[in-house]
């Protein structure tokens, strides 16, 4: 059996941002067109008016403060309220490809390893942006990887779920060294005309590099255990695939509202926070550790509440920032990614042997740790 440890990180972060306050601006304009579309249907009883958002309401509920996009003007457009992004020919890399290929360089130079050195690659996100070829394929041949790749898909949990898996291929021996990769393009699964979450989500992509600890030139951190838990709900749901075309319910299938995101947020609040305080209470109680011995927490990015509970819960007390990053403030809910962007941004002040834990949760239910020791 061989160590697996995390040599390198990379993060892909787009060029555009949305501020809140813009996003307000762009949802009131749409609130304020549909309303005065439909003000004699709203006078009738017969739909409700939209009510405006603010960023007194954004913060509030969520701690976030800004976003990154891959398309920032169809977002903010009130007649769009989407991105907008370039159709692309099938012998052009995709999107999703592309970002990728940023992570996984920044990730790889960190690690002073070569793409040809890597021989596994896991493209693990929420969402793909084609049911085949697998996006890891394509990831794999721009980078000029050997081996082998594939997708995975766990929502929320892609990435913890995606390092468990090559963890265990390392240890195994099926593979050497390999690439988690998470290419998230949030922005195009949010329905930007819902009040209650068109400001939940952003864009980013993030890059893993596992490899064997006696091969592995700038050893990080020693994965020590990881483990993973499912237990399915509709709370968290999106509909939408390729059989969306059979199904139109009288409807087009441009406003189908559950080919987008769907939450019913104070359900998944009261149900998943206190599975995931038990489920990582539970993996360090199961490799001999304490919640004392945890000198860092990289959560999950969805809501600093939520955040702020788990922390309270497994360590018995409120965490001190640097116990528990956020960067949710800066980048929102980017799905598999955030708690791998908190990992990347966030190591600095462990020293050799400190504790610490990746934990990613969401639609599924599903969650994931993985406990990490400092080199």
Known sequence: MHQPVISGTGVFTPRETITNAELVASFNAY????????????????????????????????GIEQRYVMDKKGVLDPAI???VLRERTDDEPGIMA????????????AAGVAASE???????????????????????????????????NVACSSATFGIQA?????????????????PEICSGHLEWRDRDCHFIFGDVCTATLIERED?????LFKIRSTRCAT??????????????????????????????????????????VPMVSAHILAHLEAEGLTAGALKRMWLHQANKSMNDFVGRKVLGRVPAPDEQPNILQDYANTSSAGSIIA?????????????????????????????????
């Not at 021989?119 to 394509?138: G, K, Q, T, W």
């Not at 091969?215 to 050893?219: G, K, S």
Request: with cysteine; aromatic share 6%.
């Open 215 to 219: 091969a592995a030139r700038t050893p």
């Open 166 to 182: 090559a963890s265990d291929m390392i240890r195994a021996g099926s593979a050497k060294k390999a690439l988690v990769v998470n």
């Open 31 to 62: 609130a304020e067109a549909f309303n005065a579309t439909h003000a004699d249907a709203i006078a009738a009883g017969d739909i409700e008016a939209k009510a405006g958002s603010s960023v007194e309401f954004i913060l509030k509920a969520s």
């Open 81 to 83: 309220m989407h991105p």
């Open 231 to 272: 237990e399915f709900s509709n709370n968290i749901r999106n509909n939408n695939g390729f059989l969306r075309r059979t199904r139109t319910r009288g409807q087009t299938l441009d406003d189908r509202r559950d080919m987008q995101f769907m939450q019913e947020g104070r359900k998944v609040f009261k149900e998943v």
């Open 343 to 375: 990992f990347s941004k966030h190591q600095s002040g462990l020293a050799p042997g400190d504790i610490g834990v990746i934990c990613s949760f969401g639609a599924g239910y599903s969650v994931g740790s993985v406990i990490v020791e400092r080199l």
């Open 118 to 152: 890597v021989d596994l690659v896991i493209c693990a996100a929420s969402n793909h942006e084609r049911a085949y070829p697998a996006i890891a394929v394509e990831i794999q041949q721009l980078l000029g990887a050997g081996g082998f790749a594939f997708d995975m």
């Open 98 to 109: 592309e970002m990728a290929l940023d992570a996984c360089q920044k990730a790889l130079k």
